[in-house]
């Protein structure tokens, strides 16, 4: 294993073939939280070699994805520039006695697991292939088939010691040889990640539980290849609020479809990073907050369930404490940048940014008022302050009605609010009255669209 003390070098590795989601954001978080802990390298690695299904409007999704989260990587690199190194990795096993070729069908090894189960036993192969003679294989090849390529397991227990599981063994001896390379030459997953983490000298190989039981055979991959075995972690899966798996493929629970919603960032971050862990998911101010706190011992072992409510409400107190620098842009560009006073009336009242926008109308216009009582509306603008207008205007304004009217508490405020910014609720009235200014104060209170 590689030493802990050294530092790590992590990979991320999706396969562009469909929209990141939150269960793949989760080890991609986990990943670059750990490097960057640690001062380490953080790689993304495309897993592109399914031709078949791999698109570069994926490839490029996926980047879209990390750098509006805020994962920066420090390295890219795509496993279809690689064939070659698979190839002589393929080689190196044939050779040491590794790898070896088998003729099955899949409907003869089909039919080789169902009468296995049949029998009460585990589906495990027979390793047939390594009885054939050379005349059987010239034999099958002269029938057109091509043959499939089996890693060979030593029959052992591989144990190794788990960031997030602990203590960790698989006996090999019940297990079914792998096969790395199917039968038209492509190769799968678990062979090339094991070559590519030998090639980028990956330390620490952070992934979901669902690889557990991939990981004894990939140790001795390593081995097979003469190369340091990595440090494993193994994080618990998401699930959903019934307790359900997330698909992969649900867009609701897609990156680009969160976004779209108007979640945070940052919520997404923080909730993955919590979740499932003994510390509480609050909303954090900055990723180095998340990075400071990342503990593997603290992730729990049961499923973390992920909630959208939880998301969406994580999300909205994420917004409310966001400085006024740190969405100047965002406002711009949704016309609602009306400066930091602004912001800071508002944002306690927003679900999402883009809300941002109706109460900018509110302060620029035009707004139709509502007119609740025309009589006591025409009273109280007779009393309004003279300019200039701060947030004790609103007090010094309201006291005065009071004291003419004798008003107070609802009747008060309430015909007030609607005339001014035609809503039930919203942002104080003291911060939103010298925003408004009293040209338009003046114009709504009188029934003017202003």
């Known amino acids: 294993m590689v030493s802990s003390a050294s530092p790590p070098v992590v990979r991320f590795a999706p396969s562009p073939t469909g929209l990141l989601h939150v269960g793949n954001i989760r080890a991609a978080l986990f990943n670059w939280l750990f490097a960057k802990q640690r001062g380490g390298t953080f790689i993304l690695r495309l897993d592109d070699t399914d031709r078949a299904r791999s698109r570069v409007e994926f490839e490029q999704g996926i980047e879209r994805d990390l750098g509006w989260l805020g994962l920066d990587w420090d390295r890219k690199e795509k496993q279809s520039d690689r064939l070659a190194h698979y190839d002589s990795a393929r080689d190196q096993l044939i050779a040491a006695g590794r790898l070896y070729p088998c003729y099955e069908t899949p ?9 296995l189960l049949a029998q009460g036993r585990p589906p495990v192969y027979d390793r047939a292939a390594l009885k054939l003679s050379d005349d059987d294989r010239r034999r099958f090849e002269g029938e057109g088939r091509r043959p499939h390529w089996r890693f060979k397991l030593v029959a052992e227990e591989v144990r190794w010691d788990d ?16 096969v790395l390379v199917r039968a038209d030459g492509t190769y799968l997953y678990s062979f090339t990640s094991v070559v590519d983490d030998i090639a980028f000298a990956v330390t620490h190989v952070i992934r979901g539980e669902d690889h557990v039981t991939n990981t004894g055979a990939q140790i001795q991959m390593f081995e097979a290849l003469g190369a340091v075995v990595p440090v494993f972690a193994h994080l618990p899966l998401l699930v959903d609020a019934a307790g359900g798996g997330l698909s992969k493929r649900t867009g609701s629970l897609s990156i680009a479809d969160l976004r779209e919603r108007g979640i945070e960032a940052l919520a997404i971050s923080a909730l993955l990073a919590r979740l499932g862990t003994a510390d509480a998911v609050e909303p954090v101010a900055s990723l180095e907050t998340l990075v400071a706190s990342m503990d593997f011992t603290r992730v729990g072992r049961a499923s973390a369930r992920f909630s959208e409510d939880e998301l969406a409400q994580l999300s909205a107190r994420t917004l409310h404490m966001l400085p006024y620098a740190t969405v ?7 016309a609602s940048d009306l400066g930091e006073a602004f912001w800071l009336a508002i944002r306690g009242n927003l679900s999402t940014l883009g809300d941002a926008k109706a109460w900018a109308m509110v302060v620029t216009g035009p707004v139709a008022p509502v007119l609740e009582d025309p009589a006591f509306l025409a009273e109280a603008g007779g009393l309004l302050p003279a300019d200039p207008w701060d947030e004790t205007s609103w007090k010094a304004w309201t006291s005065a009605v009071t004291a003419a009217t004798g008003r107070k508490g609802r009747q008060l405020f309430h015909p007030l609010r609607l005339a001014l910014t035609a809503q039930e609720k919203g942002p104080e009235m003291a911060k939103l009255l010298p925003l408004i200014g009293r040209a338009r104060v003046e114009a709504r209170l009188g029934g003017r669209t202003a």
């Open 107 to 115: 409907e003869e090894l089909e039919f080789k697991r169902k009468r």
């Open 163 to 178: 960031l997030v599981r602990g203590a960790q063994h698989v006996d090999e001896a019940s297990q079914s040889d792998p």
């Open 328 to 334: 100047k842009e965002r406002l711009a560009e949704i």
